[in-house]
């Protein structure tokens, strides 16, 4: 993983931990035990899942850069269903409170996405390449006889 790859991650995670934090706590006062477990879980399942598809999409940006695009929409329709997959799983447990799991799983996927749209937007990526374009203006220019 790049440098810039892993700042990135770290600042996803934090704001996303954050408010994780504060879920559990008001889930806890508002739920009792149940409403803590079901909102770390929540939290927990948001970061995985977005965590693990910024890992991928970066990957694939350095590997394949022809793909990237068509790689964001599939993962992001991949994400949704293994999200959709383990509410639909845990939809009658009694192991934590839903309604708890859904409200910290959703404010855990929008700090992830606030931060991750915030961190792109303060970052100063290239979109040309320096080498290149000093390569050009040093190139010889007219006819080679």
């Not at 706590?25 to 399942?45: E, H, M, P, Y």
């Not at 995985?48 to 850069?65: E, F, Y």
């Not at 509410?87 to 934590?96: E, Y």
Request: hydrophobic share 50%; proline share 3%.
């Amino acid at each position: 993983m790049q440098s810039n790859d892993a700042r990135t991650l770290l600042q996803c995670a934090v704001p996303t931990a954050l408010v994780g934090v504060v879920a559990v706590v008001v889930s806890s006062v508002l739920a009792g035990g149940k409403g803590g477990i079901g909102s770390a879980v929540g939290t927990l399942l948001a970061g995985g899942v977005m965590a693990t598809g910024l890992i991928i999409l970066n990957r694939t940006a350095r590997h394949l850069p022809h793909l990237f695009q068509a790689m964001g929409l599939a993962l992001y329709l991949a994400q949704c269903l293994l999200v959709a997959v383990f509410v639909v799983i845990f939809k009658d447990t009694t192991l934590f409170n839903t309604k708890a799991f859904a409200f910290s799983l959703l404010a855990a996927t929008l700090a992830w996405i606030a931060a991750q749209t915030r961190t792109y937007m303060k970052a100063k990526i290239l979109y040309v390449d320096p080498e290149s374009v000093e390569a050009q203006k040093s190139a010889p220019t007219g006819s080679p006889s």
